[in-house]
């Protein structure tokens, strides 16, 4: 029985952990040739060894890298018919507190990275194929201390809109999916946020949740590859919220 993704070829920036490491199993299970990248390289071996994947050691916030990671594995594989912008930082400070250095680092890797590295995909990249980014819940709510990650994620669903319009002459379709609270690592590594603070945060998070529970990292991936799939041949541009329900039932409310 042919797979959705066989004879393609994916490239995930972030495929290393998290809902990228879940996407990469799922996609490699679908018979899809498979690139993914990362920053550390212990994980980036580990997520090598359980897809097959070809692991590039590259950091979204630095644009040349993605490029040469982009680059890199058109060579090895083919001209690439899915790309997930997936990597992404986070971080909560209250107004006050945000510093320069904590925007910039926010917003080089999910905003200004991200951007740079759909671009520099572009080329590399067949015509018909799809674009789907790792978006968030938070763009669209008022979280107090996510102001600087909320606003890189808002600036990125923008973004998201103008690429679906400008690829339509090349048939590629571009969408997001954006995960309510998830557990994956990214939760474990905010800035000045003790084991005990992250404990409380992640109790805020289920409380918050219609479904009173946190999403898992493959339960986000089933939608990026339906986004990445041709079962998603009529749908460009759309955000697709996979969050327990928060967005339309507790926020609108």
Known sequence: MAKRFDGKTVFIFGGNSGIGLASAEAFAAEGAKLAITGRDQATLDAAAEKTGALAIRSDMADPAASGAAL????????????VFVNAGVGGFAAAPDVSE????HIHDVNLRGAFFAAQKALPHMRDGGAMVFTGSTGSVMGLPGNSAYAAAKAGL?????????ELLPRKIRVNMVSPGPTETPLI?????MGPEVVDQMRKHMIASVPMHRMG??????????????????FITA???FVDGGVVELAYAT
Do not use: K, M
């Open 71 to 82: 680059a890199q594995a058109a060579d090895a594989l083919g001209p690439l018919d899915v």
């Open 216 to 233: 898992e990292p493959e339960e986000i991936a089933r939608v990026a590859l339906f986004l990445a799939s041709e079962d998603a041949s």
């Open 101 to 104: 250095e904590f925007w910039d």
């Open 157 to 165: 669903r923008a973004v998201v809109r103008i690429l679906a319009a």
């Open 188 to 192: 474990n590594r905010n800035p000045g």
């Open 238 to 240: 759309a955000d697709i």
